[in-house]
């Protein structure tokens, strides 16, 4: 079996990731935050790592704005509805995610102006663009770092650095890049910052987080939880009503410990190589047509791409029956984006490498593309 | 080390939840419900098992109407936020949990009219109380079927019964009860049930789940996922956003299933047991004042009670350190109700058995209670 959907959810998780969650659901009880007793204190514990691990890998000064969810959707929705008020601009592009598109979608019923800019062929929008767009009420810039379609590394840096020169907040998606590139809140100017726990970051699914820059303080989604009033809560507190996951929060931390320890770059490395094998291999067999840009270095470590005359969803069926190889086909929940790419309603194949794959992986599925690919 | 603090989460799991949560996350991967590949199909059976399981243990007939939540408090926000518009009418308690009263307090301050019916000193509310409530515009009765301070079981089969003849939704916030007590959702006439499942349902922090009786369809509180408009999706799917916690979701699916396995009844019996001797125990110890109804046939599994003159933290505290005793202490996240016990702000200790807790851990906690009151 060989599992290429790891921009679906990564898979093996390191072991240390299996025996954490174990552990905690083995050992520790209680309520984060709430009760006195000791294992209450070591639950408070396991959730204060985790934000102290993720705000070391992206660089945030002080931990307790990282917020946790259950997974980068929650994040996005946090973000964009605790903020964004009648009256407000909001700008994005016209490729996101559903977690993105279908929030934005549901503010514009709701009285918020929306500006969604469009990529070029290979996917990419530019400050430039992003410039263009702004009004005097704009408040927020929302932007993945990188499509989940076409793999597209914006350069959030000077999409940040321009929000910061205009006062608007920067939103940056990071569900495909956060802990598969070197991410730095500060030198990259994000002041908002949805992630997903499950992807590349190696935790389990059910975990994500968000990540808000000092002052801002979205209305939460979710009432309840500790504490008198909630106007009176800071972040992160008063977006983690309810008792907390903290088994999963435990392995998340786990995975986010082992990528600190391997060295997200040398992650990188290896994903970039394997997508430059698959840009190199795929480009070489006729009918392939792959959506984005041709360099791996311009790349999430994902490649969508279409053989012409058969369906995604056959290839990947083939794939799956005939060779075992597990990849997504569709629409990966983002028919915006396959709208920009020419490959909607069918959307495509998406080969995801990851950090456990191996090269002769990548060959053997090469190979049977181009078997796929004759027939 | 004795673990009486059930009712914020109950410990130690069945080991079969520690083996299905492991299980799930080193053999299954991929997002239930999106890709085609075998792995994401077998995530997909993961939660539909858990929703069948759900469904079996209190009567659903439709196991899709369980939608998945991250916890009680998620699925509270989502049925009250998701179903109340501007000029609607909700009745609900004046000791309500903080999951109930902060988003009751939050959708007050949006318009929506809201009554508190309050309780006797035994922390009972009647069917009575309730209608004489009721207004023209009255749209939600939402209840909890016992009170995580008072522990006083409601007789919801009685309101349930008035809200069908008034043709009013019948909400009940089941946290301390469901998978604790047998619930029948057509015999209780219970049209939206939210609850946990880390406590009764033994399964790991991280998941809840909240029933709607079919036709109710709450607006989401997060958009994304699945599908070109949410409009179209129905519930659970329009409820379920963003990638799920399938390992978590899988051992809520192996806790229920112990759960019917074993029997609630029986369960109920060996509970039942160790509050009566609680309540008989406490009662005996002088200066204790136990909070609620005094006979184990009328709470939950739980037990708040303060010794005069002496803070409910110290007590906790000396609980855990000096005979390594977990009990929860505080206002338990629920400031109301402890306004309605005469217990704010310092709130009580709570000692809340469970299925694994021996009677002789009743007795040696008692003995405990009862040198600290000595002196």
């Not at 396991?46 to 934000?51: L, Q």
């Not at 062929?121 to 663009?129: C, H, P, Q, S, Y």
């Not at 499950?198 to 989604?221: D, N, S, V």
């Amino acid at each position: 079996m060989i599992y290429l959907d790891n921009a679906a959810t990564s898979f093996p998780k390191p072991e240390q990731v299996y025996l954490r969650i174990d552990d905690v659901l083995r050992r520790i009880s209680g309520n984060p935050g709430r009760a006195s007793h000791r294992m209450a204190i070591e639950a408070s514990r396991v959730i204060f790592s985790a934000r102290e691990a993720v705000a070391k890998l992206i660089n945030i000064p002080d931990s307790s704005r990282v917020a946790f969810t259950k997974n980068a959707t929650e994040a996005v929705n946090i973000a964009l509805k605790g903020l964004l008020k009648q009256g407000d601009h909001l700008i994005t592009t016209s490729f996101e995610h559903n977690s993105v598109a279908k929030t934005v979608g549901r503010l514009e019923q709701g009285g918020i102006e929306v500006t969604r800019v469009r990529p070029d062929n290979e996917g990419f929008i530019t400050a430039k663009d992003i410039e263009l767009a702004i009004r005097k009420n704009t408040k927020i810039v929302c932007v993945s770092h990188a499509s989940n379609v076409f793999g597209t590394l914006q350069d959030i840096e000077e999409i940040g650095a321009l929000c910061k020169k205009k006062g608007i907040i920067f939103m940056a998606d990071g569900a495909q890049t956060v802990g598969a590139l070197p991410i730095d809140i500060n030198k990259m100017n994000i002041d908002i910052l949805a992630a997903t726990g499950h992807k590349a970051l190696f935790g389990p699914q059910g975990t994500g987080f968000l990540y808000l820059r000092e002052g801002i303080e979205p209305e939460p989604l979710v009432n309840g939880g500790t504490g008198e009033l909630d106007t009176v809560l800071e972040v992160p507190d008063r977006l983690e009503s309810g008792t907390m996951n903290t088994p999963g929060v435990g392995g998340l931390c786990a995975g986010v410990e082992f990528l600190l320890n391997e060295g997200v770059q040398k992650i990188r490395y290896h994903e970039e190589g394997l997508i430059a094998e698959l840009l190199r291999g795929l480009g070489e067999i006729e009918g392939v047509n792959i959506i984005g840009p041709k360099q791996a270095s311009k790349r999430a470590a994902l490649v969508a791409f279409n053989i012409e005359g058969k369906k995604p969803a056959e290839v990947g069926i083939k794939l799956d029956e005939q060779f075992e190889i597990m990849v997504r086909t569709g629409a990966h929940c983002a028919p915006d984006a396959h709208r920009e790419a020419g490959t909607h309603p069918d959307g495509a194949v998406r080969v995801s490498p990851g950090y456990f794959t191996k090269p002769q992986e990548i060959s053997f599925f090469l190979d049977a593309v181009r078997t796929i690919a004759k027939k």
